[in-house]
């Protein structure tokens, strides 16, 4: 059994990890936003750096708002980062000490296809997103020699409140680049983190895309 933590644990693909990780028979704190704000240091110090460090942490909170450069104030744009990149930062640095203590640990990091092929209007969270690959393959060299592992998951397109209010034409769009024509589910998605987690060990560094496209957005 291990001991599962993961933030923005009340969203879609959350929700989708806490039941895929309990069913695998492991212990999992799936945080709700009001109950951890990864953007506050004080919450991710009460909820994460005062508990004993998990054998998998996922920083999976995500904020996305998306616009065109000219209409994408500082404050729009510090939000994405702060959410997706810093708050990252925040919880992985508070579990890290208690994971090289115990020279085990997993860091996973939800990032998006975005960071490798972003869509136009999405500059502040396609950066954030492909700032997480970085910090992921450094931390995954960083690390190795505790036994401490660290990878991205660019989970695909998800039917989640994320993307519930994009406009149908663009969801066609989207739709049509798979070469399954059809979206993973976050059912999907978690069963591929319970397989890496789980039956994985010697796999760090590493960014997976779980969808079925290939090109970059036309
Ligand atoms: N859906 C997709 O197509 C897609 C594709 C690629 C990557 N992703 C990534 O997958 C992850 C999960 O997204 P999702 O699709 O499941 O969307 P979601 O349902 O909107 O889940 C995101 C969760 O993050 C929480 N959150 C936002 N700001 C937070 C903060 N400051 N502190 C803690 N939690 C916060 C949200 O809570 P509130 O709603 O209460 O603010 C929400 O529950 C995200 O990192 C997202 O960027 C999604």
């Not at 895929?20 to 110090?45: C, I, N």
């Not at 708050?87 to 296809?113: D, E, P, W, Y």
């Not at 997103?129 to 910090?135: H, P, Q, S, T, W």
């Not at 059912?187 to 290939?214: K, N």
């Amino acid at each position: 059994m291990h001991h599962i933590v993961i933030t923005g644990g009340h969203g879609g693909l959350g929700q989708a990890l806490h039941q895929a990780f309990r069913d695998t028979g492991d212990q999992v704190r799936a945080l709700g936003h009001a109950e951890l704000d990864v953007t506050d240091p004080a919450s991710v110090a009460a909820l994460l750096e005062k508990a004993p460090a998990p054998d998998l942490l996922v920083c999976n909170a995500g904020f996305t708002d998306d616009r065109l450069l000219a209409r994408l104030d500082a404050a729009s744009f510090s939000r994405q980062v702060d959410v997706n990149l810093h708050g990252a930062f925040r919880c992985a640095r508070a579990v890290v000490k208690g994971m090289i203590k115990r020279r085990s640990g997993h860091l996973v990091f939800i990032s998006s296809r975005s960071a490798l092929h972003p869509p136009a209007g999405q500059a502040a969270y396609a950066s954030a997103k492909a700032a997480l690959i970085g910090f992921s393959h450094s931390l995954a060299r960083e690390l190795g020699p505790w036994n401490i592992r660290s990878n991205v998951i660019l989970p695909g397109f998800l039917e989640t409140p994320m993307t519930a209010a994009l406009p149908p034409d663009r969801r066609q769009e989207i739709l049509d680049q798979h070469c399954l024509s059809r979206f993973n589910t976050p059912a999907e998605a978690a069963r591929f983190l319970v397989y890496l987690q789980h039956h994985l060990p010697h796999t760090s560094g590493q960014v997976f895309q779980l969808d079925s496209r290939i090109h970059p957005i036309s």
